[in-house]
């Protein structure tokens, strides 16, 4: 991770009860802030539908001490839009630097 390249995002649970009527609600838990070297993944074009879109996936990766350990009930917040963690896995066996793959649930 160099100096410059990390961005600040943040790490957000997302929980999910029942209400009286038997509808999900889903609510925000715990939230994290941490800072990350964010990239797009190799070919962030896509072809869909006939036309070329920008790629919804982009790799995190973080320095964080994961006892909370987030999946995909997870998102991360970059840049005011919510990613859903596909793929988290540590980086070279190293105790604190986990890479996230995460896709967007909005437009990119």
Same mark, same amino acid.
């Given at each position: 991770? $160099?100096? =410059?390249?990390?961005?600040?995002? *943040?790490?957000? *649970?997302?929980?999910?009860? #029942?209400? $009286?009527? %038997?509808? /999900?609600? &889903?609510?925000? %838990?715990?939230?994290? %802030?941490?800072?990350?070297?964010? &990239?797009?993944? &190799? %070919?962030?074009? *896509?072809?869909?539908? =006939?036309?070329?879109?920008? $790629?919804?996936?982009?790799?995190?990766?973080?320095?964080? +001490?994961?006892?909370?350990?987030?999946?995909?009930?997870?998102?991360? +917040?970059?840049? =005011? #839009?919510?990613?859903?963690?596909?793929? +988290?896995? *540590?980086?070279?066996?190293?105790?604190?630097? /986990?890479?996230? +793959?995460?896709? &967007?649930?909005?437009?990119?």
């Amino acid at each position: 991770m $160099g100096i =410059g390249l990390r961005k600040q995002v *943040q790490l957000v *649970q997302i929980l999910s009860t #029942k209400d $009286g009527s %038997g509808r /999900w609600q &889903s609510y925000e %838990g715990e939230k994290f %802030g941490v800072w990350a070297e964010v &990239s797009n993944t &190799s %070919g962030f074009r *896509q072809y869909e539908h =006939g036309q070329t879109q920008l $790629g919804s996936t982009k790799t995190f990766l973080v320095r964080f +001490r994961f006892d909370k350990h987030p999946n995909c009930d997870w998102k991360v +917040r970059y840049q =005011g #839009k919510d990613w859903t963690i596909s793929e +988290r896995e *540590q980086v070279n066996e190293k105790r604190f630097y /986990w890479s996230i +793959r995460a896709q &967007s649930t909005s437009d990119v």
